[in-house]
């Protein structure tokens, strides 16, 4: 399974795809946050604070997390070679899971240089107090770091929806639209079908299953076990349905 991890994350920095996904990453956020003035530009906020960054995070991840998973699999069915897989003393669970985890390392490769905004938002929130200078922070520090969290459990889950979405066809392209799809209706769309109030106490089920309420409860600066449960039981359901799909390929 190592060799296998390590083969896929030289795939993704060893080509264009990893970094190609890092830059666009990278330049969308900053051009927003930074450049263009609205709501979204963290130095027009009336707080310091990332919220704006969370918030519109997940929606780029929506685009690009399924343009680097679609390969996954995809194009292994394509070239013929996951039969060649197939014949290695290797699991078919731990093949889904290296490529998962792969997917996991290049996500959070790519947040760790918005790390920068953290520190800017930290030093934007010191206030000097007091005739001796001393300087406290008006900038909620858990909350950031918890909101971090939560953006790699977001991303862990697109990735393990877009390797499912891989796994299904041999097509790149069918695979980023399927995987860019389910993304947005779990993160999204569930949400707003429960918001139309159509189906009266059931309305919150369908918020529920979404992952908005999720994403934004650890975005408030809690981590609950519920949230915890719910991402990592989604993470399951989405590896374990992309293992179902490579086993039927044995057949």
Known sequence: MRALY???IRSFLGSTIGYIFILIFLIT???????????????????????????????????????????SIAEERRNGTIELLFTRPITDLKIILAKYFAGVTLLII???????YYYSMSQLGINPVGEDGAETTVIDEGAMLTSYFGLVLLGSAFVAIGIFASSI????????????????FMYYGLELIGSFNLMGEYDVIFRYIGITSHYESIMRGVIDTEDMLYFFGLIAVFITAALTVVKSLKR
């Open 29 to 71: 956020s900053g051009v927003i946050h930074w450049y263009i003035s609205g709501e979204a530009n963290l130095l027009e906020g009336a707080e310091a604070d990332l919220i704006p960054f969370f918030n519109a995070s997940p929606w780029i991840f929506l685009v690009l997390i399924p343009a680097i998973t679609m390969r």
């Open 6 to 8: 390590w083969k896929e």
């Open 110 to 116: 790519s947040l760790l240089p918005t790390l920068v």
């Open 169 to 184: 066809t041999s097509s790149q392209i069918v695979a980023f639209i399927l995987g860019m799809f389910i993304c947005l």
